[in-house]
């Protein structure tokens, strides 16, 4: 049991961790274009957690889009009738976000002490972050 939930935990931060690593790449490009990443970010990850629902829920394909457009279409308007799913899909994509956002402050954080570790510079201690004075 205990092999199975740490396997699982690798898993889920593996997927997490590359989720984020594979959008940084494309926000990096909007920003160097000029295009606000901030708020352009909530409907990126909305039309992420409908293509989750579209491909795991209703078991459609990428080319669906292209052989079945008027299908998926429907299927996507199918989901104002149905207020509990919207309201799934929406959440997914706000937890998608808020996922992105933790895990990209993570690898923001992980990627300085790496710089920081990989100079081998050492600082002096300094009195304010010790808890007891240095006596000199």
Request: glycine content about 8%; proline content about 5%.
């Amino acid at each position: 049991l205990v092999l199975r939930i740490g396997v699982a935990l690798l898993y889920s931060t593996t997927g997490a961790l590359t989720f984020a690593l594979s959008i940084r790449p494309v926000k990096g490009w909007l920003r160097a274009a000029g295009v606000p990443t901030d708020w352009a970010a909530v409907p990126f990850f909305m039309l992420v957690s409908l293509g989750v629902f579209l491909g795991l829920v209703v078991r459609f394909n990428s080319w669906d889009l292209i052989t079945r457009p008027g299908r998926v279409v429907t299927t996507v308007a199918a989901l104002a009738g149905r207020p509990l799913l919207l309201a799934t899909v929406i959440f997914f994509g706000l937890f998608l976000w808020v996922a992105y956002e933790v895990n990209d402050i993570w690898i923001d954080g992980f990627a300085l002490r790496w710089a920081r570790w990989t100079r081998r510079e050492v600082e002096e201690p300094r009195e304010d972050r010790l808890a007891t004075p240095v006596r000199r």
